[in-house]
């Protein structure tokens, strides 16, 4: 089992910058699949960001496209997200999110960390 913890949200300004931490601990990190999603009030939970077991390939929501950078460094068993050009529209809770494979979905989940920008 693989324990998520999110780190780094906070209040900016719109433009600014702000960098998302997602560290695991259990399991066999490198093996996972780690997401970002994000919630905002009276929303469903979207997708944000991907990226595979060793970091090869990265996918992204087209509202973030050029403006987020997903990383991950399987030594520290940490997944950043670096987000750039931050919009009022960004505004919500982060969520990290880990998956064996695509198919078998996203079993696990940390508990999110809020962004708030304001405009």
């Known amino acids: 089992q693989v324990q998520l913890v999110e780190s780094g949200g906070g209040l900016v300004q719109a433009g600014d910058s702000l960098r998302l931490s997602c560290a695991a601990s259990g399991g066999t990190f490198s093996r996972y699949l780690i997401a970002w999603f994000r919630q905002a009030p009276g929303k469903e939970r979207e997708f944000v960001a991907r990226?595979?077991?060793?970091?090869?390939?990265?996918s992204y929501a087209d509202s973030v496209k050029g403006r987020f950078t997903i990383s991950r460094d399987n030594t520290k068993n940490t997944v950043d997200l670096q987000m750039n050009s931050l919009k009022s529209e960004d505004t919500a809770v982060y969520y990290c999110?880990?998956?064996?494979?695509?198919?078998?979905?996203?079993?696990?989940w940390g508990q999110g960390t809020q962004v708030t920008v304001s405009a």
């Open positions: 999110g880990a998956a064996p494979s695509l198919v078998a979905g996203w079993r696990y």
């Open positions: 990226i595979t077991e060793t970091g090869a390939r990265t």
